[in-house]
């Protein structure tokens, strides 16, 4: 069965350095979403992609966050200057027509 | 953001009992609804939804009911099994077809 798949499993950075999330989304979905989990927290929704372009994004998603998908098969979730509360799980979703969305298995950044 | 609660932490189950989940929502925009079960260390993964023109849909063990009056919707597992312990999530799909997550239920089915 096709999955979304995440890398890396585990990041770990200094405050203030840039850091690329990446996904792979499954080859049929149109949609791709961002979310994160900050510890005992609720999970939140970052941002929606479609089309080459964001379609929504959420408070979280200030401008030191950006997505794309430079070569048609990954999608990326860049942080271009780490906090210490951006620690969390990022999990990637994507979505077919439908409203279904699949999830991967998360990184987990953790910014010192 | 309060907009999906789940108000039970955690459940503990009998393995061949029923378990309940549930759910509730303040945004009465919301018409679409979804399950999730979460492992340790692994994604989200979709178990059932419901469109708000339906009260019930079923597959297999697991049924969801919603209660638009309420604004109110359970997740029913039976017979449940030692291997749906997990963390239950209920989720609403908002306009730009973004999930409001609750904050989840643990639950243990006992063997």
């Known amino acids: 069965e096709p999955e979304v798949t995440q890398t890396p499993s585990h990041q770990v950075t200094q405050m203030g350095q840039e850091v690329i999330l990446r996904c792979v989304p499954i080859s049929n979905h149109l949609y791709f979403y961002w979310y994160r989990q900050i510890l005992g927290q609720k999970v939140e929704f970052l941002v929606s992609f479609y089309n080459n372009e964001i379609s929504e994004k959420s408070e979280i998603f200030d401008d030191q966050f950006s997505v794309e998908r430079p070569d048609g098969s990954n999608f990326t979730l860049k942080i271009r200057s780490t906090k210490l509360e951006d620690s969390a799980m990022y999990f990637c979703?994507?979505?077919?027509?439908?409203?279904?969305?699949?999830f991967g298995p998360g990184t987990r950044l953790t910014v010192t | 953001d309060q907009q999906v609660k789940q108000n039970s932490p955690s459940l503990s189950v009998q393995e061949g009992r029923i378990s309940i989940l549930n759910c509730d929502y303040t945004n009465s925009m919301f018409d679409y609804f979804l399950w999730y079960k979460k492992y340790p260390a692994e994604g989200p993964t979709f178990l059932i939804s419901?469109?708000?023109?339906?009260d019930k849909n079923e597959d297999g063990r697991f049924t969801v009911f919603l209660n638009k009056s309420a604004k109110h919707l359970s997740l029913h597992i039976v017979p449940s099994q030692p291997g749906d312990s997990a963390v239950y999530f209920c989720a609403a799909l908002g306009g730009a077809n973004n999930l409001f997550f609750g904050t989840g239920t643990r639950l243990t089915v006992i063997p």
């Open positions: 979703a994507t979505a077919p027509v439908g409203p279904e969305q699949y």
């Open positions: 419901i469109s708000s023109i339906k």
